[in-house]
């Protein structure tokens, strides 16, 4: 990411949220703060209620109790497209992006709540952001590499300038070298440029050597939290994210 782009960040306070698909709650209670400049990550096992968690805050799945604000906005089960007018963007695991369409088409597709001369200079402001799309403007979107593709998927919400950046597994699916380079280079160069960041991830050492406060769930609710630091400090946590006790940094290997 480039030095000079400069990112409007906005808190995201998620106090006490419990959501579901209309069965029993998925999720019980979750308390989540992000500050601009902030990474902060989320792990857990599959169906620990991750993704559900992000669905909830952007208004995919419905609150039955707790309060979502964006600053000083209560966003709590608006409707997706007010939950992105209000500053979030939210990349999903899946359909993240518009295969048929080219990169650029793609780009002018997020920005489609902007008034038609905006949208030039925000693509230009992407391809600040994220360089290698530069060249690739006109290829369909189905033929770029994985992290070409996530890339697109981070540009496309950032065309309508989000303070709060929500990613769900950025990195599935990718070797682990491009996994490591996406998140040192661009997840945590969103928070670097100002914007508040909360990612789900399996890649549990990866993913803490850019945080700055990981929530591990399961069974939809908060077990720990803390800093890489403290986590990794943890013998429950070594055991169950970090494979066991042979690595006691972060930084020292890849997820
Ligand atoms: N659309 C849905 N309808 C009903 N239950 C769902 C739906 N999506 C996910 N779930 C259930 O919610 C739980 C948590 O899933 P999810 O949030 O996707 O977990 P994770 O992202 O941590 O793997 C799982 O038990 C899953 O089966
Ligand atoms: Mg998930």
Same mark, same amino acid.
């Not at 899946?94 to 369409?101: E, N, S």
């Not at 006109?138 to 590499?145: D, P, Q, T, V």
């Not at 950025?170 to 990718?174: I, V």
């Given at each position: 990411m480039s030095a000079e782009v400069s990112l409007p960040g906005v808190p995201l306070r998620a106090e006490e949220v419990t959501a579901g698909y209309g069965g029993d709650p998925v999720i019980r209670g979750i308390s989540v703060r992000v500050q601009p400049g902030q990474v902060i990550s989320l792990v857990g096992p599959n169906g620990s209620g991750k993704s559900t968690l992000l669905k909830s805050l952007v208004g995919v799945v419905r609150i039955s109790s707790g309060t979502v604000a964006i600053g000083d906005r209560e966003v709590t089960n608006l409707p997706p497209e007010e939950v992105a007018r209000a500053g979030v963007g939210y990349v999903p695991q899946? %359909? %993240?992006?518009? @295969?048929? /369409? +080219?990169v650029k088409e793609n780009l002018e597709m997020g920005g489609y709540l902007l008034h038609h001369k905006q949208v030039a200079e925000r693509i230009g402001r992407v391809l600040a952001v994220f360089p290698r799309l530069s060249a690739m403007l006109?290829?369909? @979107?189905?033929? /770029?590499?994985g992290g070409e593709r996530k890339m697109l998927a981070m540009g496309r919400v950032l065309m309508l300038d989000p303070g709060v950046f929500l990613l769900d597994e950025? +990195? @599935?699916?990718?070797a682990p070298k491009i996994a490591t380079e996406l998140l040192e280079e661009h997840v945590r160069g969103l928070a670097t440029s100002g914007a508040s960041v909360l990612i789900v991830e399996q890649r549990a050492r990866a993913v803490l050597a850019i945080s700055d406060r990981t929530y591990v769930l399961g069974g939809g609710e908060v077990r720990m939290e803390g800093t890489p630091a403290e986590l990794s400090a943890s013998p429950e946590f070594v055991d169950s994210f970090l494979g066991g006790g042979h690595s006691r940094t972060v930084r020292s290997a890849e997820g």
């Open positions: 899946v %359909d %993240d992006v518009f @295969a048929p /369409l +080219t006109g290829r369909g @979107a189905g033929k /770029l590499s950025p +990195t @599935a699916n990718l």
